[in-house]
């Protein structure tokens, strides 16, 4: 009997099946191959996986191997107390914004390939997948088209959902959510009321960034430094609004001290963690009040007062400029035209000016008077401007002018004073010298200088507290202020389509909260307001819905009419996945405590503060409250705000993935596909013209038509070939740069591993597990030299496929555990492929079991691949995913007798061989790929003498910008920048 099973080109084949995909006499599920065939078609392999996937989500039994490319495979009871086994891998959520892209495809098969690693080592493994629903791009599309938001979310959603089960994760589709569900939103109500419970939540009256676009308030997060929305791009407008906020600043100490935690063993990366360090923003700093003093026009002599984050830069101060805004300014304005005339000259003038009006008749003078061992150069009158870069928003609308220490002071003192030298209060020098800095500033920490008198050499930091200490005590003139950045977080929302703000407002008793049986508040629908097309908040005009009866006095109210910022949904949905059918709260005590927090976060940089920084405080303040003994420090917790518990354990952030691009090289526009003729890649031509378009990789989008869908290209290569086309183009964390062109590479590799699979010899389920490296390569000297001219030249094959084999498990394994070099998992994979094919002489045994531990370890990145080739090597098998029959490589001890301790390095200089030298092989601690390979294969390449001889001047290979090392270190090359003529 035929099936016919059509491939990506729609081309049908016949594929002979050999047997039922499940039978056991003993009733245990066991996989066959559906059809024979020496010929790699992996579009259709993919096909056929997934439907034995399907077949086996039948039986409990077939739970541990609904595996092998599908749904849950190798994914155990998830309600397990115990949390030694278990193993919570995310992925960020997407937006279903209808179609899926590159970065998501990427993402998702990093964190597929993770958890697959894991569950083969034998762990619990929780990989789920939902919607980050809600938000304004659907309400704007529902305006557009005059259809219901959530029509248009649930089509994107099925669409998005297809597209993802095309790549064949093991997605657990069982706590599969949108945040636009009522059961899942009804939890986001609990927890705001939860929060307002406590002191967490308020309502007021605050200045608020208005999108007069999108028609709604954004949080200061949500306005880029231009002053534009993060969404429609429109200039922000200021206005007056009752607003919801979040007490995030009640855990600003909590969210900054923990960062510390995050830190340790890399576990976070460190420019999230500065990210997330500036966006909490506490700075130590003082007050100064200087003495303004003036010889005429009626103004009495005052007190100046100024904050500085530099308190110990106050000796060498040499001017003080005001906010032409400052009330002293407008007092003084009045009285003198000529400031009068430039008050109103430099109002339109840009922040970074170095504009200014020295006021004549004002000098001040500093604290530091009151001092005693003061040098007399500190104490001169000290000149004062006026100038547009001071703000008057900002503190007391004045600074202390120091040019030797602040690039703005500079700038300006450089224009208004060119010829005073700078005094300088701080040196890098330990000795306080100032012999090494230029006419410039210098804006570090360091030591103090001869002009700070008895502090002199002390350091910068030590020093700012005993000095503003010290004026404090003499003469009440300096203050400390600690001071921080964040704000409370806004999160009203003027829109429809998010969460309902759960508050009913009453005339006589005021804001309620709704009562927790009446949640969740739902919303209504208004189809008049899609059709009509407007912006706007259509709750407004609900009257059937917001008025309603007030719960406490029973009188006539009315709802909200403000929605939730889409960042609150997301700040906690981490938690309903561990815990998706809980009716009563979001996440059970129980759910709470075997399985959060999360194992592994991975997700986009561009999340590194907005979302990360809100998931942090809606975590510590919601559990802080229900579970605080999870927060405990040493087995204390003086209050809810010290609860140091975080959400995410460790956090993969990876790069974007950028397409490739072709401009015209007259005019520079981007170039459609159809303008382009490619019959030569390397030199791509402008049809119009004949010339050779400029080839660059830019960040995806429709303007620059390098965008690429991901479902065709699954369909063209197959699942397979494209998840390792993903992870060998790049290390995680860098940019990925998309060329279609190089996945040939990927399906050659594939192809030859496929062909060379057929030849080796099968085995019965089982046996595979009895080979004992040790024992076979631990033999007796004396039998090895026994060996005839045959049998030793297989001996030494087989000692070098073994030996590859060996440092292969290490190499793999420690950049899965590693995540950020998993391109090198790729390399070591196909390092250790080419020793297999291309080694004539090894033994069966050897081939054989060798074959198995590369399919072992190819199954997270290839599954249906490897499901396949694990299909042929040991017929009648399971699925390779199925608990018990497969588990991860590790290396058996055998490497002590295998010898040869080097390899030969081929060390190339831009592409260029300079020469062949000896390197140990590579610690298995440290991965192939990252800093710390590149910095330890060079430091052994050096130490040759050869190396030492050939790599010097201008071919200094520590002089590299960039070093690309293969196999472990066989080659490595430098690039090195020539230098200009």
């Known amino acids: 009997m035929h099936s016919v099973i059509r491939n990506f080109a729609g081309q049908s084949r016949p594929y002979l099946k050999l047997k039922s995909a499940w039978s056991s006499s003993s009733g245990t599920p066991i996989l066959r191959r559906l059809y024979a065939t020496t010929q790699l078609d992996l ?84 990989l789920p997948m939902g919607w980050d629903a809600f938000g304004l791009p659907a309400e704007n599309a529902a305006i557009e088209r005059g259809i219901d938001p ?13 597209q993802l089960e095309s790549m064949n994760a093991i997605f657990d589709w069982s706590r599969e959510f949108a945040t636009c569900d009522p059961e899942f939103y009804k939890h986001t109500q609990k927890i705001f009321l939860l929060l307002h419970k406590h002191g967490l939540v308020s309502q007021r009256k605050a200045t608020v960034n208005w999108d007069p676009i999108d028609k709604t308030v954004l949080a200061n997060e949500q306005v880029d430094s231009e002053g534009r929305s993060w969404r429609s791009g429109a200039k922000i407008e200021q206005r007056e609004l009752e607003q919801w906020f979040f007490h995030i600043t009640q855990f600003k100490e909590s969210l900054l001290r923990d960062l510390k935690k995050l830190g340790e063993d890399d576990a976070w990366p460190e420019r999230v963690l500065t990210m997330q360090k500036n966006w909490l923003g506490r700075t130590e700093g003082a007050y100064y009040e200087f003495l303004a003093n003036t010889a005429d026009k009626g103004i009495e002599s005052r007190k100046l007062r100024i904050y500085t984050t530099r308190p110990e830069t106050i000796f060498a101060a040499q001017f003080l400029a005001l906010s032409p805004h400052s009330l002293l300014v407008q007092q003084m304005a009045q009285e003198d035209p000529a400031l009068r005339e430039f008050v109103e000259r430099v109002k339109d003038l840009p922040p970074d000016t170095t504009e200014g009006y020295e006021i004549s008749y004002l000098k001040a003078t500093s604290p530091l008077s009151s001092l005693k061992d003061v040098p ?40 208004h004073r ?136 029973h009188g006539p109210a009315k709802r909200d009419t403000d929605t939730m910022d889409t960042f609150v949904d997301s700040s906690w949905y981490y938690m309903r996945f561990v815990d998706p059918n809980n009716l009563e709260a979001p ?64 956090l993969i952030t990876q790069g974007m993935v950028h397409g490739k691009t072709y401009t015209d090289p007259d005019s520079g526009r981007f170039l459609k596909p159809d303008e382009v003729d490619l019959s030569d890649p390397s030199r791509p031509k402008v049809v119009a013209s004949g010339k050779t378009g400029t080839v660059s990789f830019e960040k995806m989008s429709k303007s620059k038509h390098n965008g690429v869908d991901p479902t065709s290209f699954i369909a063209k290569y197959g699942s397979d070939a494209t998840r390792a086309h993903i992870l060998f183009q790049a290390p995680v964390g860098e940019i990925l740069n998309w060329d279609e062109d190089k996945i040939s590479g990927v399906t050659r ?62 190499s793999v394994t420690n950049a899965l555990e590693k995540v950020y070099p998993l391109n090198t998992m790729v390399s070591s994979l196909m390092g250790l492929t080419n020793i297999l094919v291309e080694n004539k002489l090894a033994s069966d045994t050897i081939k054989r079991e060798a074959t198995r531990q590369l399919i072992r370890m190819m199954a997270p990145i290839t599954p249906a691949f490897a499901e396949e080739c694990w299909s042929i090597l040991i017929p009648n098998s399971r699925s390779i995913f199925a608990k018990g029959e497969c588990s991860w490589p590790v290396q058996d001890g055998s490497l002590q007798f295998l010898g040869r301790s080097y390899v030969s390095c081929a060390v190339q200089v831009n592409g260029k061989l300079r020469c062949v030298v000896d390197v140990p092989l590579k610690p298995v601690e440290i991965a192939d790929g990252g800093d ?50």
């Open 150 to 162: 959530a029509v248009w979310t649930r089509d994107n959603i099925a669409r998005m959902k297809e």
């Open 749 to 810: 590799w594939l192809r030859r591993l496929y062909d060379f699979v057929q030849t080796v010899t099968k085995s019965e389920p089982k046996s595979h597990t009895g080979f004992d490296g040790k024992a076979y390569f631990g033999r007796p000297a004396d039998e090895i030299k026994k060996m005839n001219e045959r049998e030793s030249a297989q001996w030494a094959a087989d000692v070098e496929v073994w030996r590859e084999t060996q440092n292969t498990i290490a």
């Open 418 to 553: 060119p010829d005073e030298p700078l005094k300088y209060a701080v040196s890098p020098e330990p000795s306080g010298s100032i012999s090494s800095l230029k006419d410039g500033p210098y804006l570090e920490a360091g030591f103090l200088t001869p002009i700070t008198g008895s502090y002199c050499t002390k350091p910068s930091s030590v020093a700012a507290k005993d000095i503003v200490s010290q004026i404090k005590t003499t003469s009440n003139l300096a203050e400390s202020n600690t001071k921080w950045k964040i704000r409370d977080w806004l999160i009203s929302r003027q829109r429809y389509w998010g969460t309902p703000i759960p508050i009913i407002h009453c005339n006589t008793c005021g804001p309620q909260p709704v009562p927790e049986d009446q949640l969740p508040v739902t919303l209504p629908k208004v189809d008049h307001h899609w059709e009509s097309g407007r912006p706007g908040n259509p709750l407004e005009s609900a009257t059937d819905w917001v008025n309603t009866s007030c719960p406490k006095c």
């Open 932 to 981: 710390e390979f590149r910095n330890w294969v060079t430091e052994e390449i050096l130490k040759s003498p050869e190396a030492q001889a050939k790599l010097v001047g201008d071919l200094d290979i520590r002089k590299a910008t960039k070093v690309f090392p293969v196999r472990g270190g066989a080659v490595v090359n430098y690039v090195i920048p020539k230098k200009k003529e």
């Open 587 to 650: 996440v059970s005590e129980a759910a709470a405590k075997s399985q959060l927090p999360v194992d592994i976060y991975i997700g986009g940089v561009e999340h590194a503060i907005l979302h990360l920084l809100y998931a942090r405080f809606v975590y510590k303040a919601v559990m802080s409250i229900l579970y605080p003994e999870m927060g405990k420090e040493d087995g204390h917790l003086s209050s809810p705000l010290d609860f140091s518990g975080e959400p995410f354990k460790r």
């Open 376 to 415: 007399e150069e500190n104490l001169k009158p000290l000149p004062v401007y006026v100038t547009p870069y001071v703000r008057g928003d900002y503190e007391t609308g004045a600074i202390m002018g120091v040019p030797a220490h602040d690039a703005r002071d500079f700038a300006f003192w450089k224009r």
């Open 43 to 126: 579009p259709a392999l993919d096909r056929k996986w997934r439907r034995v996937s399907k077949r086996s989500e039948l039986p409990e039994e077939g739970r541990q191997l609904r595996g092998g490319t599908g749904s849950v495979a190798a994914l155990k009871n998830h309600d397990s107390q115990s949390t030694n086994n278990h193993m919570y891998i995310l992925s960020m959520f997407p937006y279903p914004s209808g179609n899926l892209h590159l970065g998501h495809l990427r993402v998702y098969t990093i964190a597929d390939v993770i958890a697959r690693f894991y569950s083969l080592q034998g762990r619990d493994v929780l």
